[in-house]
């Protein structure tokens, strides 16, 4: 954290131009780092760098393709956030804010999502086998290609509006 926060008041991360050589440290120090964590203190990690704005919305640090197995991310806010392949394997996120998210093609096998808010979410090409869907609002979601099941998307409160794994559009 200390590392993300001289690149914010030192290098001026938060004024920086896409494509900025300080994004790109950021990033890559943010995905070293992430390896090397707990579960928990993944999930501080990403809390910090969520409230921080780092990464919702025009993130400056992208998290796609970040190791993020068994973090703990039990409701935290990743509206918006770039996790495209992203690992999130085993993950708790229970109840996050996941609207607007990117998680194309991220593995989400196993994952808790119960209660999770993921409307407009982006999870074409997600795994999601075995993640538990229960309460998850999936509302306009895109799950294109997804590996999830019949059952799973059965215990979601809302599919409204949402692409499902056959390329249709649910009422």
């Known amino acids: 954290m200390d590392g993300v926060t001289e ?6 991360l938060r004024t920086s131009e896409e494509g900025a050589p300080v994004r790109a440290v950021a990033r890559a120090r943010t995905l070293t780092v992430v390896r090397e964590l707990d579960g928990k203190r993944k999930g501080l990690l990403l ?11 025009e ?10 197995r068994g973090a703990d991310l039990r409701g935290a806010d990743l509206r918006l956030a770039d996790l495209s392949g992203a690992d999130l394997r085993d993950a708790d996120l ?3 804010d996941l609207i607007f998210a990117d998680l194309f093609g991220a593995d989400l096998s196993g994952a808790s999502l119960s209660g999770a808010s993921m409307i407009g979410a982006d999870l074409f090409n997600a795994d999601l086998s075995g993640a538990d869907l229960s309460g998850a609002n999936l509302r ?7 590996e999830v099941t019949e059952e799973q998307l059965a215990s979601a409160t809302s599919l ?4 499902m794994p056959d390329g249709t559009q649910h009422d």
Do not use: M
Request: proline residues 0%; hydrophobic residues 50%.
């Open 160 to 163: 409204k509006g949402a692409i």
């Open 140 to 146: 306009d979601a895109n799950l294109s290609r997804a």
């Open 7 to 12: 690149l914010l008041l030192d290098n001026g």
């Open 94 to 96: 229970s109840g996050a």
């Open 59 to 68: 993130a400056l640090v992208s998290l796609g393709g970040a190791d993020l």
């Open 47 to 57: 809390r910090f760098l969520s409230q921080l704005d780092l990464i919702r919305g």
